[in-house]
């Protein structure tokens, strides 16, 4: 059983681990969610592993993002059950699953800066907000940057960025609240290929270098395959196939396939 | 094609909802109030943008005002030779009506527009999503800064917008109707009680609750990119306009028993 903060959670506990020591950062269990008619979760399954990197791909408005948002808690299922770190988010009182969403990162789509902070002001803005010394900000702040290749920008305001530098500061506020986990919704979108390759690598980096769990949504095929260390593929409210990025490649499987077919350069689909 | 009732019913349900979530956020903001310390440099950012910058166009809507007020009292009282009540009527309509309501639409378009717009946007590119990600609490990191000071500054906007009215009526009962600005003043301390400024202070400081949790349920409840921004910002100014009359009718009411 995995406990955080020297807590004991036994009362709940993940139904996929059931108590025992769990290798899963992430595992949902017939996870279901609607919005008015339509079913965007379907008995959603899912198990991620610790330190692994999980490429969920899928057409635009598969839902998504939605499940991603289900983890930072800023939506709750209808039904079934979502745990992280071993505990199920459902059955946790509202403070602990609180403090257990600390331990989870998200780099929205759209960066989600705040367009009235400075850089230095955006990467601490959590940490001030929890009353850390305005010294101890400063150099966690710092090291953030430069962790991301960010140095010097501190006094700049979101509008002055680069769509690819934007990223980069989501990903070092992200990162200065130390995660244990990392979410990228739909990373790559709007930014061109050499961009695009930016945020690739630095995905790539946060995983060897934090080791931390990250969960990627994208429908960018050539991300996908560059950054998995396995890819589901959504279709109709679940994952219909998860696989290694080679298994992925040479899936029989039409929505895959299809969607590859869709999402891949040619000249990338047989590299 | 709906049916006019259908459709009226739709708009009753929908204002009913808004009037619901409203409610509902006046607490969780008043929870988090005592912990405003905290965010002291927030408070005086948006006491200043909503009071210190409201000054200039607050004076000169009032200071007209009082001259119209002057103008029309003191042309009705001339056919009784009475333009020396000029004084009464100018100071009580301002400090107990006038002062607060013209005030409070003042705000409510200038400053609850403002906060609408700045949260809508906020919603529309997820940037409320971040700070809830991130362990911040919208309501206590955008509500609570906006509604301390505006229940904060608008009693004292409203009490300079008295005082430039009243100074305002004075210049025209002095020119247009020989009253001289002794007699004038001396009538206005002498008319206005406790009780009616405190009329007054009490509407303002309602008036500026209800602008700070229109807005911002406004901007938390906009969907739809720049349209959508736009429709947040011409609903919360028209919803803010009746919610100040019907409470200003109220208070009146309550405090005239």
């Known amino acids: ?271 | 094609m709906k049916q006019p009732l259908h459709i009226l019913g739709g708009r009753v349900l929908e204002a009913a909802q808004f009037i619901g979530e409203c409610a509902a956020l006046v607490p969780r903001t008043l929870a988090h109030c005592p912990s405003a310390y905290r965010q002291r440099q927030r408070v005086l950012a948006q006491m200043t943008r909503a009071g210190y910058e409201s000054l200039p166009i607050a004076a000169a809507l009032s200071f007209f005002t009082g001259l119209v007020l002057a103008l029309h009292s003191g042309i009705a009282l001339r056919t009784f030779r009475a333009e020396a009540e000029l004084a009464r009527i100018v100071a009580l309509s301002l400090v107990k009506e006038m002062g607060p309501i013209l005030t409070g639409m003042l705000i409510a378009g200038r400053v609850g527009a403002a906060i609408a717009a700045e949260i809508g946007t906020m919603n529309i590119n997820e940037e409320i999503d971040a700070l809830r990600t991130m362990g911040i609490n919208p309501v206590r990191y955008l509500v609570v800064p906006r509604f301390l000071a505006l229940i904060v500054m608008l009693p004292l906007l409203v009490t300079y917008a008295d005082i430039i009215g009243i100074c305002g009526g004075a210049f025209m009962a002095k020119s247009h109707f020989g009253v001289s600005y002794t007699y004038y003043f001396r009538t206005v301390t002498r008319v206005i009680w406790f009780q009616d400024i405190l009329e007054g202070l009490i509407k303002a400081t309602l008036f500026g609750a209800l602008v700070a949790i229109i807005a911002c349920q406004f901007g938390f409840r906009t969907r739809g990119g720049a349209e959508g921004v736009g429709r947040a910002i011409t609903r919360a100014v028209v919803s803010t306009f009746v919610a100040l009359f019907v409470c200003d009718y109220f208070v009146t009411r309550l405090m005239n028993y």
């Open chain 1, 1 to 271: 059983m995995v406990t955080m903060s020297g807590k004991s959670f036994l009362p709940f506990v993940c139904p996929v681990c059931t108590g025992e020591a769990c290798e899963y950062d992430l595992a949902a269990v017939k996870l279901n969610r609607s919005f008015g008619d339509k079913i965007v979760l379907r008995d959603f399954e899912i198990k991620v592993r610790r330190g692994e990197t999980f490429v969920i791909i899928g057409a635009s408005g598969c839902g998504k993002s939605v499940f991603l948002k289900h983890i930072v808690g800023l939506l709750q299922p209808d039904s079934g059950s979502l745990c992280v770190f071993g505990r199920d988010l459902r059955a946790l009182p509202p403070a602990q699953a609180e403090e257990l969403h600390r331990h989870i990162g998200m780099v929205f789509q759209s960066s989600a800066l705040l367009a009235s902070l400075t850089v230095r002001e955006n990467v601490g803005l959590a940490l001030v907000e929890r009353g850390m010394p305005a010294e101890e900000v400063e150099r966690i702040v710092k090291e953030k940057l430069h962790l991301v290749n960010l140095d010097g920008t501190e006094d700049l305001y979101p509008a002055e960025l680069s769509g690819g530098m934007r990223k980069r500061v989501a990903v070092a506020r992200t990162l200065a609240m130390n995660p244990k986990m990392i979410l990228y919704d739909e990373p790559t979108t709007g930014l061109d290929p050499i961009m695009c390759d930016d945020v690739d690598n630095l995905i790539l980096d946060m995983k060897r270098r934090l080791k931390v769990t990250s969960i990627v949504v994208t429908h960018d095929m050539v991300t996908a395959f560059r950054v998995a260390d396995r890819i589901g593929m959504m279709h109709g409210g679940r994952l219909v196939e998860i696989g290694t990025p080679e298994e992925i490649r040479r899936s029989e499987n039409p929505i895959i396939r299809e969607f590859i077919a869709r999402n891949l350069p040619t000249e990338a689909r047989t590299l």
